[in-house]
């Protein structure tokens, strides 16, 4: 079954270095997302991404984030500067036509020290 | 701000008892709803799928129900079993603009004991 592959599994940084998640989403799929999962708390929107651009943000996605999609395969996160309060667990899934059929990446757990 | 609560946060129940687990939204202008499972220091699983024109949805024994006019679902599990110990989320995908991602509930922790 096809599956989104995400790297690393976890990764610790210190606290104002730049993280870049990847993400290699299932090869069919249109839309890509970015979740995130403060530990205890519930799984948050970050961004969605469709033909090369952002297609929504919510209000956690500020000037810190960006995403891209290098080479048509990864899609990755990259956030500037690391805060502790970006310490959780970062979700990618992708959907062939948006809105439903999502399938998620095991995660990425981002530790900031 | 649309919000999605799931009741109860926790439930442990013995092996084969049938369940059911809430969820709530609070703006009835929904593109569909969504029940996953997440295993610790896991992903999610998409469980079952319900368009907002449909009541239900059954995947073996699973069975979701969605009330649109009254902001609710419900999870059935029947003959629970202990692989089936989980946290099981409800999300939302609203129609009313903005952000057309998932939002989610807090979940709700389920052990079966064997």
């Known amino acids: 079954e096809p599956e989104v592959t995400q790297t690393p599994s976890h990764q610790v940084t210190q606290m104002g270095q730049e993280v870049i998640l990847r993400c290699v989403p299932i090869s069919n799929h249109l839309y890509f997302y970015w979740y995130r999962q403060i530990l205890g708390q519930k799984v948050e929107f970050l961004v969605s991404f469709y033909n090369n651009e952002i297609s929504e943000k919510s209000e956690i996605f500020d000037d810190q984030f960006s995403v891209e999609r290098p080479d048509g395969s990864n899609f990755t996160l990259k956030i500037r500067s690391t805060k502790l309060e970006d310490s959780a667990m970062y979700f990618c899934a992708s959907s062939v036509q948006g809105l439903d059929g999502y399938t998620f990446g095991s995660g990425t757990r981002l530790t900031v020290v | 701000k649309q919000e999605v609560t799931q009741i109860p946060a926790a439930l442990s129940v013995p092996e084969g008892e049938n369940l059911v687990l809430n969820c709530s939204f609070t703006?009835?202008?929904?593109?569909?709803l969504q029940w996953f499972r997440q295993d610790p220091g896991k992903g999610l699983t998409s469980l079952l799928l319900i368009q907002s024109s449909q009541r239900e949805q059954t995947s073996g024994r699973l069975n979701a129900s969605l009330d649109k006019s009254s902001g609710r679902s419900t999870l059935y599990i029947a003959a629970s079993q202990p692989g089936d110990s989980a946290t099981y989320l409800c999300a939302v995908v609203y129609s009313g603009g903005g952000a057309d991602g998932l939002t989610f509930g807090k979940g709700t922790h389920l052990i079966i004991q064997p």
């Open positions: 703006d009835s202008a929904i593109y569909n």
